[in-house]
């Protein structure tokens, strides 16, 4: 059973408009999320982290909210680029040692 | 520079045939991590070594072995390949020093098990 859960597949945006891209997950345990991108034959790059004590983390135009109580993790890019276009994981630890993942959302950026 | 560094980048294995992908990195990381990736499925943790001379199994580590052969190296092996093990493997290494911090990943190994 999936403790992570990215349950859109796909997203597709205009670019300079915002993407936002969710996540879920069960484990009320989890303390540090991470965010990383991935480029097609290549492996996983990190983009972004957050921490259980913030409610959110900006670095330029990416955002990390973290909603603890609805155990909700989202990214927001804006404004949103073609070179953004790439598959997205979202990734949760309880112990600094097990990272688990979401299955990965697809963001499409059309100039 | 180099990270992370898996070999071979491509594999072909015939059922019950074994081999070793190898992982080494440079960044002076005291963990390093195995997964998979297969579609709709994320990635998942197969192996991990917390520090040079343990390892701990993690989510599907069935039909694996794993060695942490110093501090640069961790290896992955399949002694009997199964179908199933068909994926793409990444490594992937991470400074443990109390703190939050992210891991760093190869660029994979595309194994195809017929």
């Known amino acids: 059973d999936q403790q992570v859960k990215q349950n859109s597949p796909s997203l597709s945006v205009q670019e300079g408009r915002i993407s936002i891209l969710n996540c879920d997950y069960t484990n009320s345990m989890f303390d540090y999320f991470l965010w990383y991108k991935k480029y097609p034959a290549e492996g996983p790059t990190f983009l972004i982290s957050?921490?259980?004590?913030?409610d959110k983390n900006e670095d330029g135009r990416f955002t990390v909210f973290l909603n603890k109580s609805a155990k909700h993790l989202s990214l927001h890019i804006v404004p949103s680029q073609p070179g953004d276009s790439a598959v997205y994981f979202c990734a949760a630890s309880v112990d600094f040692n097990k990272f688990y993942f979401g299955s990965g959302t697809k963001l499409n950026v059309k100039p | 520079n180099a990270g992370v560094t898996q070999t071979p980048k491509f594999q072909v294995l015939k059922t019950g045939q074994s081999m070793t992908l190898q992982c080494a990195q440079d960044m002076n990381h005291n963990s390093m991590y195995w997964y998979r990736q297969d579609p709709g499925m994320g990635l998942r943790l197969i192996y991990y070594?917390?520090?040079?001379?343990?390892?701990d199994k993690g989510e599907v580590p069935n039909g694996y072995n794993v060695s942490r052969l110093n501090k640069r190296e961790f290896s992955l092996r399949l002694e009997s390949a199964a179908p199933s093990q068909t994926s793409v493997y990444f490594c992937?290494?991470?400074?443990?020093?109390?703190?939050?911090?992210?891991?760093?990943f190869g660029q994979g190994t595309r194994l195809t098990v017929v």
């Open positions: 070594s917390a520090s040079e001379g343990t390892t």
């Open positions: 957050i921490s259980s004590i913030k």
């Open positions: 992937a290494s991470r400074e443990q020093r109390g703190v939050n911090t992210e891991a760093f």
